[in-house]
């Protein structure tokens, strides 16, 4: 294993911490949510059954907020969201203040009959396959049920 040049040492570091985050921040690079986005729509174009098309991206679900999730179908009120980095430092789901207004944009998609599947990044990246066919199944047993 190679550490990148610019790494500082335990001997350099200057808290106690900097050398473990910066030897974490090396051997596991964050993934932006684009990319997690794009890897499921990959995934899903695979996968998933060509009569089921591709899920909406960025769909706007509440009628007077600017709430939007990741993926959704809206026919069938079945959405898809891969939250951003919980585990990790200064991500928005870390903070109580993005946590408390994602339960407040669930509740409210659950008032509108919306059925909200949330995976995590890592999930995504580890698991996609299982993910898609997950979903795959969700639709089909939410279109049977529907009028």
Same mark, same amino acid.
């Given at each position: 294993m190679t550490l990148p040049p610019n790494l500082i040492t335990n001997k350099t570091a200057r808290l106690p911490g900097d050398y473990k985050r910066q030897v974490d921040a090396a051997l596991h690079p964050k993934r932006k949510k684009q990319d997690l986005e794009q890897k499921f729509l990959d995934v %899903?174009?695979?996968?998933?059954? &060509?009569?089921? /098309?591709?899920?909406?991206?960025?769909?706007?679900? &509440?009628?007077?907020?600017? %709430?939007?999730?990741?993926f959704a179908f809206? +026919?069938? &009120?079945?959405?898809?969201?891969? +939250?951003?980095?919980?585990?990790?430092?200064? /991500?928005?789901?870390? $903070?109580?203040a993005g946590y408390q207004g994602d339960c407040e944009k669930y509740r +409210?998609?659950?008032?509108?009959? %919306?059925?909200?599947? $949330?995976?995590?990044?890592?999930?995504?990246?580890? $698991?996609?396959v299982q993910i898609v066919e997950e979903v795959v199944e969700v639709l089909k047993k939410r279109s049977a049920t529907e009028p």
């Open positions: %899903w174009t695979v996968v998933a059954p &060509h009569h089921l /098309g591709l899920p909406l991206r960025g769909f706007q679900f &509440h009628p007077t907020r600017r %709430w939007k999730f990741d809206p +026919e069938i &009120h079945v959405a898809v969201e891969i +939250e951003g980095l919980i585990g990790g430092v200064g /991500g928005r789901h870390q $903070r109580m +409210e998609a659950a008032k509108l009959g %919306w059925l909200v599947l $949330r995976y995590t990044g890592q999930e995504i990246v580890q $698991r996609p």
